[in-house]
């Protein structure tokens, strides 16, 4: 049994993350905007799988890996960080876009969009991070089973991050449409974007915090 306080700091956490602009937002509102809310629905589909990966590889222990071998987590955090900071550039360079921006990509069909999903969470800095380093955090071994435990509090994770990115996905054109009709807007949301990107970035790089799994 998870204790409520673990419940509720693992919620928090997670809805900090969801609406911090990353690989998942910039690839659903794509899909949104470019083919519709049920392209944005299947490739958010993936990413719910890429979240339940994640949680398997809690549950059975992988992220100790991570702890024995502290070089391999660390150059996951700085490859993370280079990732981010490519995203950010892109935000902010001259001509950048803002991922609300309408772009003309390719119509990609369900198979790609839900293997796209997957394979954006999967290779989501800020969900290894969640994973390997946050949620050993708020598991406490004195409340019983640990793979019991990190499941309940995974589980809430991947509920709050589910809920938040569908309704992105549901209002993705709506808010594309009203950014569209004020330019200046559009503007700040692409710098605001790329600046919390180069902040999470930098928080990732120079964190120094190791990977830890409760004994």
Do not use: H
Not at 108 to 127: A, E, H, S, V
Not at 134 to 147: C, E, M, N, S, Y
Not at 165 to 188: E, H, S, Y
Request: proline residues 6%; charged residues 10%; positive net charge.
């Amino acid at each position: 049994m998870i204790d409520v306080n673990a419940g509720l700091g693992i919620a928090a956490v997670a809805l900090a993350m969801v609406l911090t602009p990353g690989p998942n937002m910039i690839y659903l509102v794509s899909r949104s905007i470019t083919q519709g809310r049920p392209a944005g629905l299947v490739s958010l589909l993936g990413v719910a799988v890429g979240f339940f990966v994640y949680l398997l590889a809690a549950v059975t222990g992988v992220s100790a890996v991570f702890a024995l071998v502290p070089a391999l987590y660390t150059a996951i955090k700085i490859a993370g960080a280079c990732y981010l900071l490519w995203l950010a550039w892109n935000a902010l360079k001259p001509g950048g876009q803002s991922a609300f921006a309408p772009k003309d990509l390719p119509v990609d069909g369900t198979r790609k969009l839900f293997t796209m999903g997957l394979m954006t969470n999967l290779l989501n800095p800020k969900i290894a991070v969640l994973y390997v380093s946050l949620l050993p955090q708020f598991v406490d071994p004195a409340k019983g089973d640990i793979a019991a435990q990190s499941l309940s509090l995974g589980l809430i994770q991947i509920t709050v991050a589910l809920t938040v990115n569908c309704l992105i996905v549901l209002t993705a054109g709506a808010v594309a449409a009203f950014l569209a009709r004020k330019p200046a807007w559009l503007r700040a949301q692409r710098y605001m974007m790329g600046t919390v990107l180069i902040g999470l970035a930098a928080s990732m790089a120079f964190d120094r915090t190791e990977a830890s799994v409760p004994q």
